[in-house]
């Protein structure tokens, strides 16, 4: 069973730049979320869909942040404009309806100059 | 109320010791609490995980053991090797929730040989 894709796995961007990033759940995995991890903390719950629609983007910075997850399947997050203060690894993570186990794609780090 | 608060941020182990880790929460809503394991570069992984009617999961080197009236738990590793060096997170979800987990702070585990 293929895991989580996440690609880039790295981006450099100045300051006031866009980026964006994208996840490939594992397949038939109806839950899908997008978490922060700032070095040395651990990962912060950005937002969460179920199938293509959002349960919780309770922290989700919306002045600058948006994802969406079309079709139920892929996800992009994108960042506009970038800060400082996002630097950060952007990890992808997925689950099925019915089960606990959130299952994490191996990350993007994203470093804002 | 949300927060997990782990304890201690880093650990140093002789290879054959016992590293033991710690998280306590307030919110008694919780009812799902998982530890995930996270090597550089790579995504957290789901080691071991309890739900609160359960004062201890073994599964090989490693228990959890949960105390729901002090509201805490603990990952025990037992002989730790050097290949367990790595982050580890505690996390626990609301039952109210979307299997929204929130995350402590991490601890990094060195297992010197």
């Known amino acids: 069973e293929a895991g989580v894709a996440q690609s880039p796995r790295y981006k450099i961007i100045e300051k006031r730049q866009s980026v964006a990033f994208w996840c490939n759940p594992i397949?038939?995995?109806?839950?899908l979320y997008w978490y922060q991890q700032i070095l040395g903390q651990g990962p912060k719950l950005l937002i969460q869909f179920q199938n293509n629609g959002v349960v919780d983007d309770s922290q989700l910075p919306k002045d600058r942040f948006s994802a969406e997850r079309l079709k139920g399947v892929d996800s992009t997050l994108k960042i506009q404009p970038a800060k400082l203060e996002d630097s950060a690894v952007y990890l992808c993570a997925s689950s099925s309806t019915s089960g606990s186990e959130q299952f994490f794609g191996p990350g993007t780090r994203l470093t804002v100059l | 109320q949300q927060q997990v608060k782990q304890s201690p941020q880093s650990l140093i182990v002789q290879k054959g010791g016992i590293s033991i880790i710690n998280c306590a929460y307030e919110?008694?809503?919780?009812?799902?609490f998982p530890w995930y394991q996270q090597f550089p570069g790579k995504g957290p992984a789901l080691l071991i995980a309890i739900r609160p009617d359960v004062s201890e999961k073994k599964e090989g080197r490693f228990t959890i053991s949960f105390n729901k009236s002090a509201k805490q738990f603990s990952l025990h590793i037992m002989d730790s090797q050097p290949g367990d060096s790595a982050t580890y997170f505690c996390?626990?979800?609301?039952?109210?929730?979307?299997?929204?987990?929130?995350f402590g702070a991490g601890t990094r585990l060195a297992v010197h040989p």
């Open positions: 919110n008694t809503a919780f009812d799902y």
């Open positions: 397949s038939g995995h109806a839950t």
């Open positions: 996390a626990a979800r609301n039952s109210g929730g979307y299997n929204k987990l929130i």
